[in-house]
Nanobody
Framework: QVQLVESGGGLVQAGGSLRLSCKFS????????MGWFRQAPEKEREFVAA????????FYTASVKGRFTISRDNAKNTVYLQMNNLKPEDTAVYFC????????????????WGQGTQVTVSS
């Protein structure tokens, strides 16, 4: 059974940092591009970032570029989202996801979702 388990969310003041982690199990981790999405209250789920199978390529939505960094450690079957200079508008439930390619993730073509972790940024 495939599982994606997120951790690292919490409450942080504006300007602070958090690092989210997502542990993948049940399939070959290196076969999947990985991504992060977020969903704020009463908003649609939106794409945040994606990383390729090897970790060599990344893509970010414009609102987080320069502040967030996605990475993966295939030896640990884990994908990370380092979030710096957090803003109140970053408040959301953050979900990790696995897909065939980065392009598929950007099209919201998701094979597996994590359960989500809450990130709250206070002003």
């Amino acid at each position: 059974q495939v599982q994606l388990v997120e951790s690292g969310g919490g409450l942080v003041q504006a300007g602070g940092s958090l690092r989210l982690s997502c542990k993948f199990s049940g399939r070959t981790f290196g076969d999947y591009a990985m991504g992060w999405f977020r969903q704020a209250p009463e908003k649609e789920r939106e794409f945040v970032a994606a990383v390729s199978w090897s970790g060599d390529n990344t893509f970010y939505t414009a609102s987080v570029k320069g502040r967030f960094t996605i990475s993966r450690d295939n030896a640990k079957n884990t994908v990370y989202l380092q979030m710096n200079n957090l803003k109140p508008e970053d408040t959301a439930v953050y979900f990790c996801a696995a897909g065939n390619t980065m392009a598929a993730l950007r099209r919201y073509e998701i094979d597996y979702w994590g359960q989500g972790t809450q990130v709250t940024v206070s002003s």
